[in-house]
């Protein structure tokens, strides 16, 4: 039973397992909603099915569930959400918001990933060419909860960002925007690595009268190498048998001092001291932890 307004959500991209690095993600998102009697959603973000591994999402809901983190009302599938993207991208071109682009990634070799504006004013047909949406000479910013301060002005720093790729696919920033609003989301917990795409989400809850939702993003949890764990590093997936030691050591990531007879707990028990003594101000203020650290 929820007991306060607060929506938070877990939103997966089923392109693999998920491994300890988005069980950490999972676990902040889930004990932030809890803790306050919120309710906590899972969203599938399946929006590039190239890149999906079959039977990944079964496979994420079924750790999800084995781990304890069990989710309030049915899982939403961006999948299922195109016609709502479509009419966006309809809109804004009809605005004069958006606008197509034909330019080639090596046309924008150079430009460090800033798109300098070829196409801004070509008036090219939408239909076989990615959308951009224009972005104003401003700088976005917000006060996230734990990596405090966050600024970054979109034209110099990104420059009209691409909201339907070439291929027809949408975006993950038009997607997200939409789909939060939609699902009423209050408070968006996730990893540090989308911290910089945060103000151009600003921008567009703004450009579309939508409500702007708490922002919260944990440390990523990095390999020796530097990288990431992530399923395109062939991070190991959960192990099914070792819930408790795993939730235990990413509530340590986490800061959130756990003691050690936690370990010899049940997945139920753990979880109940974390939610009860769940406190995000002691999250690492950092946008890195590496995962040899926590062991």
């Known amino acids: 039973m929820t007991t306060s307004s607060?929506?938070?959500?877990?939103?997966?991209?089923?392109?693999?397992?998920?491994?300890?690095?988005?069980?950490?993600?999972a676990l902040a998102s889930y004990l932030d909603a809890r803790h306050v009697g919120g309710r906590w959603l899972v969203r599938m973000e399946d929006l590039d099915p190239p890149r999906?591994?079959?039977?990944?999402?079964?496979a994420i809901l079924r750790a999800l569930e084995i781990y304890g983190l069990h989710w309030d009302g049915e899982i939403i599938r961006q999948s299922e959400r195109q016609a709502a993207y479509a009419a966006m991208i309809e809109r804004l071109l009809q605005q004069g918001l958006a606008y197509a682009c034909n330019c080639s990634r090596k046309q924008l070799e150079g430009h460090h990933g800033i798109y300098p504006g070829t196409c801004r004013n070509r008036q090219l047909p939408p239909d076989d060419a990615a959308i951009?949406?224009?972005?104003?000479?401003?700088?976005?910013?917000?006060?996230?909860r734990v990596q405090g301060k966050y600024r970054q002005h979109l034209a110099r720093e990104v420059g009209d960002f691409v909201i339907r790729r070439r291929d027809g696919l949408y975006a993950y920033q038009l997607a997200v925007v939409l789909d939060d609003a939609?699902?009423?989301?209050?408070?968006?917990?996730?990893?540090?690595?989308?911290?910089?795409?945060?103000?151009?989400?600003?921008?567009?809850?703004?450009?579309?009268?939508?409500p702007q939702p708490r922002y919260l993003h944990v440390p990523l949890i990095i390999q020796p190498d530097g990288h990431k764990?992530?399923?395109?590093?062939?991070?190991?997936?959960?192990?099914?048998?070792q819930a408790p030691t795993l939730l235990?050591?990413?509530?340590?990531?986490?800061?959130?001092?756990?003691?050690?007879?936690?370990?010899?707990?049940?997945?139920d028990e753990v979880l109940d001291w974390a939610i009860s003594h769940w406190d995000a101000l002691r999250i690492p203020r950092c946008r890195t932890l590496a995962e040899a650290q926590l062991r």
Do not use: N
């Not at 607060?6 to 993600?25: D, E, M, Q």
């Not at 972005?135 to 976005?140: G, I, N």
């Not at 764990?229 to 048998?241: E, F, I, T, V, W």
């Open 6 to 25: 607060y929506i938070g959500r877990f939103a997966p991209t089923p392109s693999g397992h998920l491994h300890f690095g988005s069980l950490v993600a």
């Open 52 to 58: 999906e591994m079959p039977g990944a999402q079964d």
């Open 132 to 144: 951009r949406l224009r972005v104003p000479e401003l700088d976005y910013h917000f006060c996230d």
């Open 182 to 210: 939609w699902q009423g989301i209050t408070d968006i917990v996730r990893g540090a690595d989308l911290l910089d795409s945060t103000p151009r989400q600003l921008y567009l809850q703004e450009l579309l009268g939508l």
């Open 229 to 241: 764990l992530g399923k395109s590093y062939r991070s190991p997936p959960l192990p099914a048998d």
């Open 248 to 267: 235990v050591r990413a509530l340590r990531a986490l800061g959130q001092q756990p003691p050690e007879a936690l370990a010899a707990c049940s997945t």
